[in-house]
């Protein structure tokens, strides 16, 4: 038995004793401690993703509206007595379109008018009831808060709207104002929690009344049942955060709540234990059916990982990391091969020896990240203008080799200034800077009487009779 089929008997038998092991210990401890665990680990941890992922999206608009508040433009605005609405419509409008936001809004406390990208949408009603918010913001003790309801500017959907006061240097009230923005993103945060984690998420504002809750939750919420003397609402309400659970028939219910600042709302979670025998028996099959799939899978892939790593060693190896051309380690067998075949068929062998003139500027006015652009594309254009026998080799630096088979010095020589025309008549347009690039190249054919070292070196010293002559020439060694 070879010793390749040995490893594979041993690591199958170590992978699958570990898995079912590993399964059927975790079966049994899951059964006992996995309820303990979801009241002081996961419905914590669901609350600070979820809180984290709503912090990260409220606290853009909330910066928005904090800003306009403290706006000096719509200040003055305001105080020299509103004059020309078009100046306040075209600020909400370019704060609308620079943010990205549902809407914005301005609402005067001296004209109670409702200013609007769109214009004056309408005068605020104290006798309206859906004008109401605007005087109960005006009465909070906060500097903002977030009212979710429904955009009338927007087809009426619903919004959560960031009301913030205007006030003046003086502490007089002058008005509100702020942004809208889309519900979408946050109810799509908790479906997708709900989901993942089988949970369902309400939130509550400070009166504990539910103002937002996932499209799969329950739609009755008893925060008034007792659990320990008080209601689930009180244990909420008392405390910035808070994990209890209380027993319902066989089952237990467990919540989690925390406040969120920038809301002024509670976050609960809210999950039970209802499915979870069940489930964990499920779970067990499905691991041990993971487990074995991970073992075929693990068997199947170390069976090929000495040729797939060796593939992948040799193409390191042999290829240049930056322009994906052969390297100067790779050139040497490629080149051997390829003398020899020209000595012994009798056939021709050209080489040319590139070099980019003043590379070195490049790279000191526009950075080395600019200079690695510029040697990836002149490799491109190599590319394209070489025959798909031609070698092509980065020999170092800003220097290229082009080994030519079949390829006599006069064919070379046309090759080289068809080279040297492309390039002249390229513009490399990189990171908005546009630039020439000029090619020294030194070319030189295989004699009878050459050796490999004797045909790259004449190329080389053909190379640096262009450089001194001038640059931007071809050279034949």
């Excluded at 004209?111 to 949408?121: A, D, E, K, Q, V």
């Excluded at 005087?135 to 906060?142: P, R």
């Excluded at 467990?254 to 709302?265: A, P, T």
């Excluded at 025959?387 to 080994?403: A, P, T, Y």
């Amino acid at each position: 038995m070879s010793n390749q089929i040995k490893f594979m008997l041993l690591l199958g038998s170590i992978l699958s004793l570990g898995f079912i092991a590993t399964s059927m210990v975790g079966y049994f401890v899951a059964r006992d401690s996995l309820t303990q665990q979801i009241s002081t680990d996961t419905l914590p941890l669901i609350g600070d993703n979820i809180y984290s992922e709503i912090q990260r999206d409220l606290l853009k608009p909330i910066l928005i509206s904090s800003l306009m508040a403290n706006d000096t433009f719509l200040k003055d605005w305001i105080t020299a007595g509103e004059e020309s609405p078009t100046k306040i419509r075209k600020y909400l409008e370019n704060i609308q379109s620079s943010y990205d936001t549902v809407t914005s809004f301005f609402i005067s406390d001296k004209t109670l008018n409702y200013y609007h990208p769109s214009g004056i949408l309408k005068t605020i009603d104290n006798n309206s009831t859906t004008d109401r918010w605007y005087f109960q913001a005006k009465e909070m003790s906060v500097s903002h808060q977030l009212n979710v309801d429904f955009d009338a500017s927007a087809d009426n959907s619903l919004t959560v709207f960031i009301n913030y006061k205007v006030i003046d240097d003086k502490g007089d009230f002058l008005g509100i104002t702020g942004v809208g923005l889309s519900l979408s993103k946050v109810q799509a945060i908790i479906e997708d929690y709900q989901q993942r984690y089988d949970s369902e998420i309400f939130f509550i504002d400070l009166k504990g009344e539910v103002t937002l809750r996932g499209p799969a939750s329950s739609k009755s919420l008893n925060l008034e049942q007792v659990i320990d003397g008080s209601s689930i609402k009180q244990h909420i309400l008392s405390q910035k955060s808070a994990s209890f659970s209380y027993r319902k028939d066989l089952h237990k219910i467990m919540f989690d709540s925390r406040y969120v600042e920038e809301l002024h709302w509670y976050l609960i979670i809210k999950r039970s234990d209802q499915n979870l025998n069940n489930s964990l028996f499920d779970s067990l099959l499905i691991n041990l059916l993971i487990s074995l799939l991970i073992t075929v899978a693990v068997l199947v892939i170390s069976w090929f990982t000495l040729g797939g790593y060796q593939k992948r060693l040799e193409i390191m190896a042999t290829t240049d990391k930056l322009t994906g051309l052969n390297n100067r380690q790779m050139f040497d067998p490629i080149f051997e091969q390829l003398f020899n075949y020209a000595t012994r068929n009798n056939t021709d062998l050209a080489a040319v020896i590139i070099d980019i003139d003043n590379f070195k500027e490049v790279n000191d006015q526009y950075g080395h990240p600019f200079g690695d652009k510029v040697l990836i594309e002149v490799a491109r254009l190599m590319q394209q203008a070489s025959r798909k026998s031609d070698v092509l080799c980065r020999w170092g630096g800003e220097e290229f080799v082009i080994l030519m088979p079949n390829c006599n010095s006069v064919e070379a020589l046309v090759f080289t200034q068809q080279l040297q025309k492309k390039f002249a008549e390229h513009c490399f347009d990189i990171e908005q800077h546009s630039i020439k690039i000029q090619l020294s190249m030194g070319l030189s054919h295989k004699t009878a009487a050459d050796q490999p070292s004797k045909l790259i070196f004449r190329a080389d010293q053909a190379l640096l009779s262009a450089k001194k002559s001038g640059k931007n020439r071809i050279v034949i060694g």
